[in-house]
């Protein structure tokens, strides 16, 4: 295919798209912004960036996401190799050392011959008749967020929100013990502050009462739901951080013997574990009441340094069953194809795979044959059916999602119970996407 494909962003859609198109013999321009210009988050100029938590999530194929790995493995993803080579311990989850794996994703990408990075930012859209990927991300730059709302006639907004980071050793190990629920993993990849009711209904009445960030100027934030901000939390009620990120269930306290009223997770940052994730915890609180409440309200954290504090920043996505085809180009502008959160899609891993799938449509149009969709039983076709507004009501308001089994298709047949019913999506899954590989 002697041509030329340009790629806008070098988070994990637009380095995941680069690299399939490359191993296809496509030569690749990926243009990233960094260092000239960063987001309010963005702390490194290295590609694929992770901003948010530290955490793929589930590798367990018996979930949606964990099923969304297998199959990028399947497919030889590049970011799903990274992950696997800089993974921390976490349970059954793919965590990983952010900065070891952005420096590999790096490596590897600018390594690939037909790839050529050009760090420079791209205030418009491409003009035809060359094809482009634009995988800006959450974060896109107001000119072009300007531009490609000029041509989509609009574009939507939600918040998200970031965790804290607390360095390893300002976290009191008299308080804090190793564990992971119900011992998955290496059984104690997690460390626990534990919370009794007292202490529990204390930090929910300081996090209500603290100050907080407003918006974007007059706007009224409008959350990510599989995102909130801890505070946005505890304003819905009482219990409900209890049965969210604090839920104590598989644990139990060895002080005790009894299984906590609540408690805070501690992920690790890095294999060595020199600064710890609090899992969960994004905030919008200012970062002089960040250090005031969780030291004051968390045990184990009175003298905690925060490595990273807790932010939101306002992210962008299309409107996606409108405005885009099937092949995730743009109704309007054919020659340009949409990967990432900016679609609308949410996740690190579902960012990724929006990438790939976006590659293979660019090789479908310059191959001059039908872009070939995932298979709808797929985790990559379910992830495709939410784009595309087949996993929706007719004129329902379109919000991003993480990949779930909402979004699959029905199931041929009874299956009783949840784990009978995931072992058929896996079954269905795995037949259909050998089926779909070429």
């Given amino acids: 295919m002697p041509t030329r494909v340009?790629?806008?962003?070098?988070?994990?859609?637009g380095c995941e798209a680069a690299a399939v198109l490359a191993a296809a013999g496509v030569q690749v321009d990926l243009r990233e912004a960094k260092p000239a210009r960063r987001s309010p988050v963005q702390h490194s100029d290295g590609l694929a960036e992770l901003v948010c938590s530290n955490s793929l999530r589930s590798d367990n194929p018996a979930n949606a996401i964990?099923?969304?790995?297998?199959?990028?493995?399947?497919?030889?993803?590049?970011?799903?190799?990274c992950a696997d080579a800089t993974r921390v311990p976490a349970g059954d989850a793919l965590a990983v050392d952010r900065e070891r794996f952005s420096a590999l994703v790096t490596e590897r990408v600018t390594s690939l011959p037909l790839v050529r990075l050009r760090r420079e930012e791209v205030p418009d859209l491409p003009e035809p008749p060359g094809l482009s990927v634009i995988a800006t991300g959450p974060l896109t730059s107001e000119p072009l967020a300007a531009a490609l709302a000029r041509v989509t006639g609009g574009h939507l907004a939600f918040y998200d929100a970031i965790a804290p980071v607390v360095a390893d050793e300002t976290v009191d190990r008299q308080v804090a013990f190793a564990s992971s629920r119900y011992g998955k993993g290496g059984g104690d990849d997690y460390?626990?502050?534990?919370?009794?009711?007292?202490?529990?209904?204390?930090f929910v009445a300081e996090l209500l009462s603290a100050e907080k960030v407003g918006g974007h100027g007059e706007e009224e934030p409008r959350y990510f739901e599989g995102c909130l901000p801890i505070e946005v939390m505890a304003e819905r009620g009482l219990d409900v951080l209890r049965y969210g990120p604090m839920k104590p269930v598989g644990l139990v306290d060895p002080r005790t013997g009894r299984r906590p009223h609540a408690v805070v997770q501690l992920r690790r940052e890095d294999l060595a574990g020199t600064a710890w994730n609090l899992v969960g915890f994004q905030t919008r609180l200012t970062w002089p009441e960040q250090r005031r409440v969780l030291r004051a309200r968390i045990p184990g954290l009175a003298a905690a340094e925060f490595e990273r504090m807790g932010q939101v920043h306002r992210n962008t996505f299309v409107d996606a069953p409108r405005v885009l085809a099937e092949d995730q180009s743009l109704r309007a502008s054919p020659h340009l194809f949409l990967a990432g959160q900016i679609t609308g899609v949410e996740g690190y891993v579902e960012s990724a795979a929006s990438g790939h799938l976006a590659a293979r449509?660019?090789?479908?149009?310059?191959?001059?044959?039908?872009?070939?969709?995932?298979p709808a039983g797929t985790a990559l076709?379910?992830?495709?059916r939410h784009v595309t507004g087949a996993?929706?009501?007719?004129?329902?308001?379109?919000q991003p999602s993480n990949v779930v089994f909402a979004l699959f298709p029905p199931l041929a047949g009874r299956h009783r119970g949840k784990e009978a019913r995931k072992a058929a999506h896996l079954e269905r899954a795995r037949r259909q996407l050998e089926e779909w590989i070429p």
């Avoid at 340009?6 to 859609?13: F, K, S, Y």
């Avoid at 460390?191 to 204390?202: I, M, R, V």
């Avoid at 996993?391 to 379109?398: I, K, Q, V």
């Fill in 381 to 384: 076709g379910a992830l495709h």
């Fill in 6 to 13: 340009t790629v806008v962003g070098g988070g994990l859609a």
């Fill in 391 to 398: 996993a929706h009501p007719p004129g329902a308001d379109y």
């Fill in 361 to 374: 449509a660019v090789l479908d149009r310059l191959a001059g044959r039908p872009f070939r969709p995932p």
């Fill in 191 to 202: 460390l626990n502050l534990p919370l009794d009711e007292g202490e529990y209904q204390a």
């Fill in 66 to 81: 964990g099923l969304l790995h297998e199959e990028l493995r399947r497919l030889g993803s590049l970011v799903l190799a």
